[in-house]
């Protein structure tokens, strides 16, 4: 799909726009279109946008423009500005964009989901933009989205609805038998019925359409006409007393429970199962940084100091990631075996991110897509390793220079891809499953170091990859693949998303009301099992998908007071085909199933 893009004769926000065109978004206004942004008031070209018409997330998403474009901010330079973008054909996929920008006389710009600005989305922190509009009306991602909003009704509605359909047939079966009647009893007795007044006349023919009409009047109250109103009316009460209900105000915010539909009032009494997440949902969906690991080392040096370097936050104080651990600071600044550990560790957490710094007079403020990154930055910023400066390419922080490639994630991520020469693995391993334990969320921290020939043969074709148009994702996917191995461990991190307030006690009251809990997390087995503790009666038995369904034997297909876990990759392997209705069968016999990274 090729498009070429011309400056309308307003850069203000168009009622009408056109693919091609070049718009002006304001701050606090949605965005018309989909668009490739081109510059913005920020500084490297950055703003920020909420998503929550599209994704429902409350987080501010970042994007910016590529570095080749990012100075173009006058109209001047817009009205020279000349080229062509080449892109994909519509899709669904909010995350998923693949596009070359083709400037006159530069070389091909690699466009992708970070440049790219959907249509729905509202501008935010952000005085303006510019963009060039790539996709309109229909074929805008949040239209390709858009679904006919379906009917509910309720199992009573159904039901009620069908038992009137049989009544109206029956009905009309009865009046029609009762017109067969009458028309054979007219024909046999009606010219000797002396008080009918008809002796000697002509009688004239019977219209048996307006017979039935008679008969179905007659029938009429067969058909209960007001039970549909009397329905309606209770519903109606029923929605105003739940309005009413004080157990379901929200004293913090001066709400009460709104019942925006009474269709589905009864259904209410008839959940069975109960489908959430756990971020967000279950939990506050606001990390603390509260504890880490740093570089086990083994024989008499690790007796010299702490197995586990406990950096813990005082609950008052969490949000603002202020440590309170003096021993992770004595050994770092007295010079201890640790200190280069603890040194890369969180230079680490300072440079591997996405977070945008913002200057607010002496202070930093951080703005980040995720509050798990936001965290750590914050907590290394307290240790001294602050993050200052963020380009397209590079940041800029007060403590580092190497040569070094950086990466934090999953344990089941990062240690296969880690070195034979790697140190305290299975120690690191040890202290996951104590935070996991606690309930935290957990990363590891690994790092290698590479030659200057390795990074520049690896950019080449990091390059190469990044400028083809079909393929796009999986040619960089390999392309990370061939950089991202052979890492030393440096330790992990855990940070604590808190439950909402009387959240085991709600959970606790729903299974109690036989309502079962199917709940997805992309925390470890560990942290799963602890969340499911802490909710009170979830986790009475934990049970694998490797046991056959017979292990059951006759307790299949019923209520037992199990729960099953499982994790993601078994879960591939579950709902293949041969296997998903034994996996079915499993998961209804439980009263709680979790599935876990």
């Given amino acids: 799909m090729l498009l070429n893009f011309t400056l309308p004769s307003s850069l203000s926000w168009l009622k009408k726009v056109n693919v091609g ?269 509260k504890k880490c690991t740093i570089a086990v080392l083994a024989g008499a040096i690790r007796d010299s100091w702490s197995k586990v370097i406990f950096c813990i936050l005082p609950h008052s104080r969490a949000s603002f990631c202020e440590f309170n651990d003096p021993k992770l600071l004595e050994n770092f600044e007295d010079g201890h075996p640790s200190s280069e550990y603890i040194k890369e560790f969180f230079t680490l957490l300072c440079v591997c991110h996405t977070v945008i710094p913002e200057r607010c007079g002496n202070d930093i403020l951080y703005h980040a897509s995720s509050p798990d990154e936001a965290a750590l930055v914050k907590g290394a910023k307290n240790l001294g390793f602050v993050f200052t400066t963020r380009t397209p390419y590079s940041v800029t922080i007060e403590v580092v220079r190497h040569l070094r490639l950086y990466c934090k994630g999953a344990d089941t991520v990062i240690y296969e891809r880690l070195s034979k020469d790697s140190l305290f693995v299975e120690d690191t391993l040890k202290h996951l499953e104590i935070f996991a334990t606690e309930g935290l969320r957990t990363l590891c921290i690994a790092y290698t170091d590479l030659t200057e020939t390795e990074y520049q043969d690896w950019l080449q074709e990091y390059k190469k990859a990044s400028a083809i148009s079909q393929n796009r994702i999986q040619r960089l996917e390999e392309c990370y693949e061939i950089i991202e191995k052979e890492f030393l461990l440096l330790g992990a991190t855990a940070i604590e998303d808190r439950l909402q307030a009387n959240v085991p006690e709600t959970i606790s009251t729903l299974l109690k009301a036989n309502i079962k809990i199917w709940v997805l997390t992309g925390d470890k087995q560990e942290t799963a099992v602890n969340i499911g503790n802490t909710c009170k009666e979830i986790f009475i038995k934990t049970l694998s998908i490797n046991h056959n369904c017979g292990d059951l034997g006759n307790l299949l297909g019923k209520e037992n007071d199990l729960a099953l876990i499982i994790d993601g990759e078994t879960l591939k392997y579950a709902l293949r085909f041969e296997i998903q209705k034994k996996f079915l069968d499993l998961a209804l016999s439980c009263r709680a199933v979790l599935c876990c990274r």
């Fill in 21 to 289: 065109d070049i718009v002006k978004t304001l701050n606090e206004e949605f965005l018309p279109a989909d668009m490739i942004l081109i510059s913005s008031s920020e500084p490297q070209s950055m703003c920020y946008v909420a998503t929550a018409n599209l994704d429902g997330e409350t987080n501010l998403k970042i994007r910016q423009a590529s570095l080749e474009v990012a100075g173009i901010i006058k109209e001047g330079q817009l009205v020279n500005l000349d080229g062509k973008i080449e892109c994909e054909e519509p899709d669904r996929q909010f995350n998923n964009f693949v596009g070359t920008l083709y400037l006159r006389g530069k070389s091909p710009i690699s466009v992708g989901p970070d440049q790219m600005l959907l249509r729905g989305t509202q501008l935010k922190n952000t005085q303006w933009i510019i963009g060039v509009v790539i996709y309109t009306g229909f074929e805008t991602k949040l239209m390709q989205n858009s679904v006919k909003s379906p009917l509910k009704r309720s199992q009573v509605e159904k039901v009620t609805n069908m038992q009137i359909l049989i009544l109206l047939l029956l009905l009309f079966m009865i009046s029609a038998v009762s017109c067969v009647g009458a028309t054979i009893w007219n024909k046999m007795y009606l010219e000797n019925i002396w008080y009918m007044g008809i002796n000697g006349k002509c009688i004239t023919p019977h219209n048996h359409v307006f017979d039935i009409l008679v008969f179905i009047i007659l029938y009429h109250n067969l058909v209960p006409i007001s039970l549909l109103l009397t329905l309606e009316t209770v519903k109606f009460i029923q929605a105003q007393f739940i309005n009413w209900d004080e157990d379901m105000y929200y004293e913090q915010n001066n709400l009460y429970a709104m019942a925006r539909t009474s269709n589905l009032n009864e259904e209410l009494g008839q959940v069975k199962y109960l489908f959430s997440d756990k971020t967000g949902t279950l939990t506050c969906n606001t990390m603390a940084f």
